[in-house]
C-alpha cells in the first residue's frame, strides 16, 4: 500500500423524492469501483435531506484518477443523471491530511464538562443556603415528626429549590468559569467575522 492514499469526496444535490435511488446507485458504484487496482474503501453520506456525498478512497493519486477517467465511471456518472447533481469535488492525499481537513471544518461541539472541583464548589454553593435555612427556620417546628419524614421533608424542599431555582441561575452566572474554551472559541470567531 502506498504511503499516500486519496481521498475523494464528491457532493450531490440529490433530487427530492430519489434518495433512495441515489443511495443505491451510490452503493452499486462503489462496489464496482472496489473491484478496481488500489481501491481502499468508500461510502455513501447524507448530509441534510438533499445534500449527499459519495466518497472513495485508493492507494495513490494515479490508481484515483485511473478510475475517475475510465469508461466504467463515466457509464456510472451517466445513471446519476435523473437523481442528483454533482455540486462539488474534493480530492485529499494523505490521510492526516484528510483527518486534518475534516476536523478543521467541523463545528465546534458542546463542550466537555467543567473539572470535577468546579461542580462540586457550585453545588456546594447551591446546596448549603437551603440546608442551612431549612436547620434554622423550619426543623424547630418539625422535632415531634419522625426523623425519616423530617429527612425526607429536608429532601424533597431542597432538591426542588436546587433544581429549579438556584442552579439554572447558578450556572448562567458561572458559565464562563464554567466553560472557559467556550467562551474562547466564540471569541475566536467573533474576531474573524469582524
Request: with cysteine.
Amino acid at each position: 500500500m502506498s504511503r499516500n492514499p486519496v481521498t475523494v469526496t464528491l457532493a450531490y444535490h440529490v433530487v427530492p423524492g430519489r434518495e433512495a435511488d441515489f443511495h443505491s446507485w451510490g452503493w452499486a458504484a462503489l462496489r464496482t469501483s472496489a473491484q478496481q487496482p488500489g481501491f481502499l474503501g468508500g461510502g455513501v453520506l447524507v448530509d441534510g435531506e438533499a445534500e449527499w456525498h459519495v466518497v472513495y478512497r485508493f492507494d495513490s493519486e494515479d490508481t484515483a484518477r485511473t478510475w475517475e477517467n475510465s469508461m466504467v465511471w463515466a457509464e456510472w456518472s451517466a445513471r446519476a443523471d435523473g437523481l442528483a447533481r454533482e455540486t462539488g469535488r474534493r480530492s485529499i492525499a494523505g490521510s492526516k491530511a484528510w483527518f486534518d481537513s475534516q476536523t478543521a471544518r467541523a463545528p465546534a461541539g458542546p463542550p466537555g464538562p467543567p473539572p470535577k472541583w468546579k461542580l462540586w464548589l457550585v453545588n456546594m454553593s447551591a446546596v448549603f443556603p437551603p440546608v442551612l435555612l431549612f436547620n434554622l427556620l423550619i426543623l424547630p417546628y418539625l422535632n415531634d415528626l419522625n426523623p425519616l419524614f423530617r429527612t425526607l421533608l429536608l429532601c424533597l424542599a431542597v432538591t426542588a429549590i436546587v433544581t429549579w431555582i438556584l442552579m439554572p441561575r447558578l450556572q448562567r452566572f458561572l458559565k464562563k468559569w464554567l466553560y472557559p474554551p467556550l467562551q474562547a472559541l466564540r471569541g475566536r470567531h467573533k474576531r474573524r467575522t469582524a
